[in-house]
């Protein structure tokens, strides 16, 4: 049973690994390679690759391997280096993810104040700042590792890299620093900001939604006021005056169509398909950024809510913690924490549709277009430089922010009439 345990152990750690390292490696290759993708959610997101790609080299073989030998093998330089290292990747992956909810939420509720601020210089003084944050709030920990000795069941000295802090109080107060400033504040920060940018995405939801009410509703006021003249029936059904009363949004497409009065029938028909599946585009898409920003917020508090946990009760009790967390338990919350590493990849990046595409085209050798194969360089390129929006935002960020500024002008327009 104990054989089975630890092989079970070795595979997931391994997995775990494994995609860690594939994965943030790939988003370090595209964002390096690829000059059109760097943004400024792509440079946070860069630093979270960075962070957590030093996450899974330094945390997850220092750990497992260690729990296998029940011995510390690496001497005690690398026991300080892994600790402060383990440190800073965890420090720097939260707070780029705290970074990244503030970018999403300025660039998506506040879009029109955030251009003036929102740029690469910007985001490179952030990451510094939150990097030297990092190195600076992790220094306990090469201060204080230390390698212990003890003696093996098959009475050899072993060796263990341990935290030993000047005081109960010390460590209490330590740890209890960690749970506000790398759990609780960033937690709360993620919640806070995805919430109010799945407010305004719900507020955009309504307003699609009433605006294509409103498109099927004076399309079928003007069929039966049509047939109504034709039928030299005066007594309409009302929908002008409703229509006077309250004056639909309308976009720029619509204005455009109006003012061509030749246009038949036929024509206008075809000019609706392709609003309504616009619309229906972006709401399938807005609903799914609210279900994506669930996720993250989820996985973030079932990732690391585990571990910090049970640092700050092994803070306070120490004997009772570690006869509930000792063994397969405690490696399983270690996991949980690590498997951070690999699932940011995934929801940050590979669920986007522009960085997909980013990724083939950085990976593909020639374009199949033309009479003869050219190289995917700049001329392949420049296609897709022309549908990137303002300094080349993700699909989601500039859809999203577009569809709000234009809920609010439409809004104020209305009003002013």
């Known amino acids: 049973m104990e ?3 630890r092989e079970m152990r070795i595979f997931l750690y391994s997995l775990i690994f494994l ?10 290759y595209v964002l390096v390679l690829n000059k059109r993708m760097r943004t400024v959610t792509n440079c946070f997101l860069l630093s979270l690759a960075l962070s957590d790609l030093m996450m899974a080299v330094f945390c ?23 600790t402060y290292f383990m440190g800073i990747s965890v420090s720097i992956s939260t707070f780029s993810l705290v970074a990244i909810a503030i970018e999403r939420y300025s660039a998506i509720c506040n879009p029109l104040k955030s251009r003036s601020w929102q740029t690469r210089s910007h985001a490179y003084r952030v990451i510094a700042a939150t990097w030297a944050l990092s190195l600076v709030i992790m220094v306990p920990y090469p201060v204080f590792s230390v390698l212990r000795a003890f003696p093996k069941a098959d009475r050899t000295m072993g060796h263990m890299c341990r935290l030993t802090w000047p005081s109960e109080e010390v460590e209490q107060a330590w740890y209890m620093l960690l749970l506000f400033i790398l759990f609780f504040i960033p937690g709360l920060v993620m919640i806070v ?58 976009e720029l497409s ?35 950024v609210i279900r994506m920003l669930i996720v993250i917020v989820v996985l973030f508090f079932l990732c690391w809510m ?28 270690h996991l949980l924490s690590y498997s951070s590493a690999c699932v940011n990849p995934i929801i940050y990046c590979f669920m986007n549709t522009r960085f997909r595409k980013a990724l083939l085209a950085t990976f593909a050798r ?29 699909d989601a960020t500039q859809t999203m922010a577009v569809s709000v500024s234009r809920f609010s002008y439409t809004t104020v327009s209305t009003a002013g009439q």
């Open 306 to 333: 585990p571990l910090y946990t049970a640092n700050t009760w092994k803070a306070f009790d120490l004997n009772s913690a570690q006869r509930a967390l000792s063994g397969a338990p405690i490696s399983f919350i």
């Open 60 to 82: 997850m073989p220092f750990t497992l391997i260690p729990n296998i030998l029940e011995d510390f093998i690496f001497g005690a330089a690398m026991c300080k280096i892994v």
């Open 193 to 250: 900001a995805y919430g109010l940018i799945s407010r305004e995405l719900y507020r955009g939801i309504q307003f699609e939604l009433g605006q294509n009410r409103e498109a099927m509703g004076l399309k079928n006021c003007a069929n039966n006021n049509n047939s109504s003249v034709a039928n030299g029936n005066e007594d309409d059904d009302g929908c002008y005056i409703q229509v006077a009363k309250q004056p639909p949004a309308v």
């Open 3 to 5: 054989k089975k345990k």
């Open 254 to 288: 619509t204005l455009t169509a109006a003012t061509n009065g030749g246009a038949g029938a036929s024509s206008k028909a075809k000019a609706e398909r392709p609003r309504t599946n616009t619309s229906e585009a972006k709401l399938v898409a807005k609903k799914r």
């Open 366 to 394: 020639c374009c199949p277009r033309g009479p003869a194969p050219r190289c995917c360089g700049r001329r392949c390129g420049r296609g897709r430089g022309r549908r990137m929006g303002r300094d080349g935002e993700d």
């Open 19 to 28: 995609l860690s390292v594939f994965g943030n490696l790939l988003i370090i």
